[in-house]
């Protein structure tokens, strides 16, 4: 069974750092290029980051740029995000999602809460 566990999230003040992962399962995950997505209350979901399957390139959403790495551990089938600098629009429900051809997968999702 394709499995995607992510973990990590939590309650940080502004400024502060949190790391999140996702562990995959049931599937060849150095074949994936893999994300991580956010939803925010009221708001669409949105792309934060990507990586290739090989972790060689990487892309950001401009508003994380700068703030946010994401990587990968292809021999523990996992993907991580660290998250510094958090701001309170950073507030959503963080989900990966692995893609290759015509296949995606979707986590479970972790909530992350920027606040006072």
């Known amino acids: 069974q394709v499995q995607l566990v992510e973990s990590g999230g939590g309650l940080v003040q502004p400024g502060g750092s949190l790391r999140l992962s996702c562990a995959a399962s049931?599937?060849?995950?150095?074949?994936?290029?893999m994300s991580w997505y956010r939803q925010a209350p009221g708001k669409e979901r949105e792309l934060v980051a990507g990586i290739s399957s090989a972790g060689g390139r990487t892309n950001y959403a401009d508003s994380v740029k700068g703030r946010f790495t994401i990587s990968r551990d292809n021999a523990k089938n996992t993907v991580y995000l660290q998250m510094n600098s958090l701001k309170p629009e950073d507030t959503a429900v963080y989900s990966c999602n692995g893609r290759w051809g015509i296949q995606s997968h979707w986590g479970r999702g972790t909530q992350v809460t920027v606040s006072s």
């Open positions: 049931g599937f060849t995950f150095s074949s994936y290029a």
